[in-house]
């Protein structure tokens, strides 16, 4: 449960024992809020980084502009309730949050079929977890370099709920990750074993390479199963070493 004591505009919250902060300066006034349009309206965000020096940051880049930073969170544990709580429109998340896994954050919010929109901020643009970005329909992933532009040029292709450029980096990698390769003459795989392979490559869990591939588990099994004993693999570790001998994982992104 969300309990909250309000405090001029600005409620200390607290979700199962995690301190969060809410904004609460437009609550008074969502009775005669559906009189109005909604396009004036400033979109709700809310910041999960265990970092204040971040969320101060970035508070400040988004001053004067149609964002408001509904919430701050500081681990993962609180970030699926909260979106919920403020009907967030947008999470800009760090890629590694304390608690509970970024990644299973995005599971969480898939299995809730969650509107909010997921921008993940990252120190590199490590392929595993771009990759594990796009398995899980993440928005954009930004470099905690990026500049005032290119946040608000991300938050607004969000907000609009459009693609935020065809040479991002989510995209470049789903374009790789859903290509499928043709087979070799030395090792007798399908197009669609090589990109399972690829996949392992990439550090993806059957679920997610079922998300990308959009293939039932089973089926992804049975290609990993596949894999294994073309390959006389002894794991899907050894798939993956085998897939980047290859070149089958693209070594950046």
Same mark, same amino acid.
């Given at each position: %449960? ?14 199962? #024992?995690? *301190? ?14 559906? &009189?109005?349009?909604? %396009? ?7 910041? !999960? ?7 101060? =940051?970035?508070?400040? %880049? ?6 408001? +930073?509904?919430? &701050? ?31 299973r954050?995005?599971?969480?919010? !898939? ?5 909010? *929109?997921? /921008? ?7 392929? /595993? ?29 969000? $907000?609009? #709920? +459009?693609?935020? #450029?065809?040479? @991002?980096?989510?995209? $470049?990698?789903? @374009?790789?990750? *859903?290509?499928?390769?043709?087979? =070799? ?7 669609r ?7 392992? #490559?990439? =550090? ?31 794991? *899907?570790?050894?798939?993956?070493? /085998?897939? @980047?001998? @290859?070149g ?6």
């Amino acid at each position: %449960m969300l309990r909250s004591c309000l405090l001029s505009g600005l409620s200390a919250a607290f979700l199962d #024992g995690e *301190r969060i902060f809410v904004d609460h300066t437009e609550c008074d006034s969502r009775s005669s809020a559906t &009189e109005k349009s909604t %396009m004036t309206d400033p979109v709700p965000l809310v910041l !999960a980084f265990d970092h204040p020096v971040v969320c101060a =940051g970035l508070t400040a %880049m988004l001053a004067d502009t149609p964002y408001r +930073v509904a919430a &701050e969170v500081s681990s993962g544990t609180a970030v699926v309730e909260t979106c919920q709580a403020t009907s967030a429109q947008v999470l800009l998340i760090d890629v590694c949050l304390p608690a509970r896994d970024t990644f299973r954050v995005l599971q969480d919010l !898939a299995d809730v079929a969650s509107p909010t *929109r997921v /921008i993940l901020l990252a120190p590199t643009a490590d392929p /595993i977890w771009v990759a594990r970005a796009v398995a899980w329909s993440a928005h954009d992933f930004l470099l905690r370099s990026l500049t005032r532009e290119e946040l608000l040029e991300s938050l607004a292709s969000a $907000r609009d #709920g +459009v693609s935020s #450029g065809p040479d @991002n980096r989510l995209a $470049r990698l789903r @374009n790789v990750m *859903r290509d499928r390769p043709k087979p =070799g003459k030395q090792v007798p795989l399908t197009k669609r074993e090589i990109q399972t392979a690829r996949l392992l #490559g990439l =550090g993806l869990s059957n679920r997610e390479i079922a998300r990308v591939m959009e293939v039932r588990i089973e089926t992804v099994k049975e290609h990993v199963q596949n894999l294994l004993r073309k390959l006389d693999a002894a794991d *899907r570790t050894q798939v993956a070493v /085998i897939a @980047n001998q @290859n070149g089958w994982v693209p070594s950046s992104t």
